[in-house]
């Protein structure tokens, strides 16, 4: 088992928890694997951390509001759909829904994220009203385990973020939008992203768990970072 304690002034204390992982596909879909990560939960309070070591976008955003760098792609998966959202600079947008699954799945994730320059994955854990996971959250926690893996040879970070609530208030936000029923029902799951990732950076993040695989290369490619954007550097 993994076991990571660093002391630091900033924010955040690890407590560990399991993991696992799986996958799916479609327009903009990815494939899946299996190997063994590390979970640990992320809480910002006032002494310890390896925020310093692997820090979420939305932690670095509330370190410095003018930091723009560092684009995040919410995942919201579903038994036979994921919604995707991305977040560039400020903006929190819906991407696509895919309808993949597997190792197709995670490979599209891939692929996806390389073309918007995303350098982590924020994927939404399943849990019911009271907080606790559910049967669906073992499949998500396969699949973050998996491409966690896959991610971190791209020194991209992969996240699991408290999903409860997302596609209700993803509903809300599209009948505000006036956006039409046929519309709501394609696009239901990249809305329920988009607030996943809303409520990732309006909590800077608190509460996340970051997924790390066990290989200690892959554990320092993610130490040194995605190479920098040159448009926002």
């Known amino acids: 088992m993994c076991s ?15 993991s696992y992982p799986t996958l799916s596909k479609s327009p903009s879909s990815l494939p899946f694997f299996s190997t063994s990560t590390c979970i640990f939960k992320l809480k910002f309070r006032a002494s310890s951390s390896p925020v310093q070591e692997f820090p979420p976008n939305a932690l670095r955003r509330k370190s410095n509001p003018q930091w723009r760098g560092g684009f995040s792609l ?11 959202a991305l977040s560039k600079g400020f ?22 994220a390389e073309n918007e320059e995303a350098d982590e994955f924020i994927i939404g854990l399943p849990k019911s009203w009271d907080g606790k996971e559910t049967p669906q959250s073992n499949k998500v926690r396969s699949l973050a385990g998996r491409l966690a893996v896959r991610a971190a040879e791209r020194r991209w970070r992969v996240y699991l973020q408290d999903e409860h609530g997302t596609s209700t208030d993803a509903a809300y936000r599209m009948i505000n939008l006036g956006l039409s029923k046929s519309v709501r029902q394609k696009s ?11 409520r990732y950076f309006a ?31």
């Open 4 to 18: 990571l304690q660093l002391q630091s002034q900033p924010v955040l204390n690890l407590s560990r928890t399991n």
């Open 74 to 84: 919410g995942v919201d998966l579903g038994l036979s759909r994921t919604g995707l």
């Open 91 to 112: 903006s929190v947008r819906p991407l696509t829904v895919l309808k993949l699954r597997g190792q197709k799945l995670e490979l599209q994730l891939l692929e996806i």
């Open 188 to 198: 239901s799951d990249a809305y329920a992203a988009v607030i996943l990732l809303e």
């Open 203 to 233: 909590m800077s993040g608190e509460d996340i768990e970051i997924v790390l695989p066990k290989q200690m290369d892959l554990q320092e490619k993610l130490r040194r970072g995605a190479p920098l954007d040159m448009d926002f550097s």
